[in-house]
């Protein structure tokens, strides 16, 4: 089922918790997979920007009041992260940030981002929302 149309396969009944584990440019986890970064055109990032955009707007009215959703990225692009939760606060007022434990990284303008490290660590991000 595509997240994307919701129409296609979801019976009405509004979700209490939505992880939303988005398509992304993998741009955070170029090193374990070089091949990322000589791959990867203008373009393709426009494309899953826009596919982001559509799963968030498919994705959002399925919420409770009081649902919460949790939106993530293995990428470090602001257009992938912190552009799309503001874009969704812009366009959906009874939605608020639901602040996430320090512990998943540094703190973004909406969410947490964790960035690659001498340790092997991937970058990620999360942003977690909330239906008023």
């Not at 692009?77 to 998943?104: K, M, T």
């Amino acid at each position: 089922a595509d997240a994307a149309r919701p129409d296609e396969w979801w019976d009405g009944k509004p979700f209490d918790r939505i992880l939303v584990d988005a398509p992304c440019s993998a741009l955070g986890v170029v090193s374990k997979h070089p091949d990322i970064k000589h791959h990867r055109k203008p373009a393709d990032i426009d494309r899953v920007v826009e596919q982001q955009r559509h799963l968030l707007e498919g994705l959002l009215p399925l919420l409770n009041r009081n649902g919460k959703l949790l939106y993530t990225t293995c990428s470090i692009l602001a257009r992938e992260n912190d552009d799309q939760i503001e874009a969704v606060l812009r366009n959906h007022p009874n939605f608020s940030i639901d602040q996430l434990p320090p512990s998943l990284g540094h703190q973004t303008r909406f969410g947490r981002q964790r960035l690659q490290d001498n340790a092997g660590g991937d970058g990620f991000y999360y942003a977690r929302l909330k239906n008023q």
